[in-house]
DNA sequence: CAATGTGTATACCGATCGGTATACCTCAGG
DNA sequence: CCTGAGGTATACCGATCGGTATACACATTG
């Protein structure tokens, strides 16, 4: 659990982190914008390796939260509700593109922050067949569908960071619109 | 023109920048990989800003003479072999994923880098309608075909980072062949 | 009451950051 | 011959990096 003010500490780390890069951003700057002392930060923490761990366990988390949400209350086929949470989750930014994304493009190789990258996109990859599986049931490959939307909204992501806006995304949803509607996705021929 | 330890600096600039990132790499660790002094690099690039300039533009300038040699000995429809010119680029390392979304990922507001970053994304993008205005000249809405090879391409080299290798463009590929050969890809309906 | 945990404030550490200064070398071209 | 451009080597600058040390305040809780 953590204490109010290592709560403090990783809400100013969330944004500092993904408005200004891991690199960027010291935790000096993460203290101060958190109204708390280094001494409590790296209490809290222990290392600036840690905190950016955090952030993006932080940050899977509550987009994964909004998520769940979103499918509970989505109608059939819900695989389009994933470009829709990347499209217009009121809290997390979008401007600058995928966190994670962008993170693993700073990360060192063996950063313990990898993983949790790794993990969160498998878990959308892994999101997508659970999806089409329940949806549609009789499909020819779902596997092999679910990892052309997974590629479809990693690129689309990827890009939100330089456009500056998540116009892609939506193109994106139409493209999956196609494929979901198009027996010969699945690569049978 | 680059005086020969300029074009040392670049080279060694270029490696660096692409495997550590950008903010990781100080001028003392490229010149010392130049086999350079401090002064000699300030007196070629003026500052770290202009090197990434030129880091950008000399990769932009590579891959980019690289695809036109490709495209000049490939047979219609030459689309695909932008996806080609991204999986088997003999000297470009494809391992850490797009320099240019990393970079991207990086670069603090206002940067020049980030322009260069932007015009080389909008002239593959230009690419891809050129080829299929040209291949394909009675296609029922070319520019938004080449906005959704575009789209695939860019989620294809944005996870190659993640994953340590380009198998996804080859999935991206396998899709937009699907699309170009589709006529509903045109959203037209 | 005392003790523990959570916090503040401040100063410090060695290392590295981007960038500059001084002094010397070497070699091609007028 | 000699000048100037393109080098080298080294030392330095103030700022910032991640991380630690010392000392004090204020609660809750046993």
Redesign the pocket.
Known sequence: ML????ERVLTAASELFYREGL?A?????VAEAA??????L???F????ELTVAYLRRRHDVWWAYLEERLAEADRPRALVVFDAYIDHPRLGSDRGCAFLNAAAELPAGHPGLDVIRRHKAAVRAKFAELLREDAPGADDPERLAEQLFLLVEGAVAHTGIDGDAHRVTLAREIAEILMRDPRTAGTR
Chains 1, 2 share one sequence.
Do not use: L
Not at 3 to 6: L, S, Y
Not at 35 to 40: A, F, M, N, Q, S
Not at 46 to 49: H, L, P
């Open positions: 204490t109010p003010a290592g690199n951003v010291g935790v000096a700057a109204g708390v002392t280094k001494k409590t790296y209490a809290c222990g290392s600036k390796t």
